[in-house]
């Protein structure tokens, strides 16, 4: 089943409040998925100091000490480690590709959640109320938060297999649904040298959309070729530091709704997940139609 939670906050106020409204959204889509669940923040300046690239790891049981001195030796500048629950979130005064570089050859058989400018991406397993507590999410500040709390049907319930899948820079993607022909487009993007670090359906529609924006395609015209190329049922949420996007497949089976005020746009499997926001009551709601593709710009 699966639920998908994203908030896009337009008015600096709310800022302090990221952290504190995103929690009521995932909280209340546990439901949906008690096995595991993830968070992409966007722009806490503690977990990613402005001005700061970013990699987010998992598996890797070590202190956070040790990862500075590797890392920073390796780069050869100074190197933060925050221990946010099981993930550590690394940032350095560096672009976060020379940062993710430099982690994957200190630590390759690290897991890596997320990279980018301002995105820490935090991923577990376990109930999502429990999961959002050890991790401080209701502290957290920041623009733009994307969540996800998984009912796993497509792969182990493991971190490799939690959402959001944050595979290109600053880049995440939150699914709803099943892609049924990701076996054959895998192949594909492993003949064109992409690699993978799970064996999760959704894993293969985030390498699609990357490969998309990295060949120089807006969100728009990745979506709208996700959509011509996967076979399934499917509701997505795709963000970027700077955009917020939505789409449905064409029978747009998977339940989705989208609130949008001045202040903020929000995106939630269903509405009890938006009721607490902000304005909601003068909010214009409306159900995403089937392979449209809904996207915002900070």
């Known amino acids: 089943m699966c639920g998908i939670v994203g908030l896009h906050l337009r008015n600096p106020e709310l800022h302090p409040r990221l952290g504190e409204l995103l929690t009521d959204m995932l909280c209340e889509m546990q439901d949906r998925g008690a096995d595991s669940a993830g968070v992409a923040v966007y722009g806490d300046p503690t977990w990613t100091p402005p ?6 790891l998992l598996e890797l049981d070590l202190p956070a000490a040790e990862v500075e001195a590797a890392i920073g030796t390796a780069l050869g500048v100074p190197v933060a480690v925050r221990a946010v629950d099981a993930t550590l979130v690394v940032t350095v005064p560096v672009p976060s590709e020379e940062l993710l570089a430099a982690a994957r050859a200190a630590y390759p058989d690290a897991l890596v959640a997320g990279f980018g400018a301002d995105l ?57 649904g099943s892609f049924s022909n990701h076996a054959t487009i895998r192949r594909e993007l492993r003949a064109a ?12 529609g985030a390498r699609f959309v990357a490969k998309a924006l990295a060949d120089g395609k807006d969100v728009e015209v990745a979506l709208k070729e996700l959509c011509a190329t996967f076979d399934g049922f499917y509701t997505l949420l795709v963000s970027n530091r700077d955009s917020f996007a939505v789409v449905r497949d064409a029978i747009a089976c998977k339940p989705a709704v989208i609130a ?5 746009v929000a995106m939630a499997s269903e509405y009890r997940a938006l009721a607490g926001l902000p304005g909601v009551e003068n909010a214009r709601i409306w159900e995403p139609e089937p392979e449209v593709v809904y996207a915002w710009t900070r």
């Open 51 to 56: 001005g700061q690239g970013a990699v987010s």
């Open 120 to 176: 820490a991406v935090l991923k577990g397993v376990g109930a999502p109320r429990d999961l959002a507590a050890s991790w401080g999410l209701a502290g957290a500040q920041g623009w733009q938060g994307v969540g996800h709390t998984r009912m796993a049907t497509e792969s182990a319930v493991d971190p490799s297999g939690c959402h959001p899948y944050a595979v290109g820079p600053d880049q995440c993607l939150v699914h709803n």
């Open 193 to 204: 040298g992409v690699e993978f670090d799970s064996e999760n359906d959704t894993e293969v």
């Open 260 to 264: 949008e005020t001045d202040d903020w």
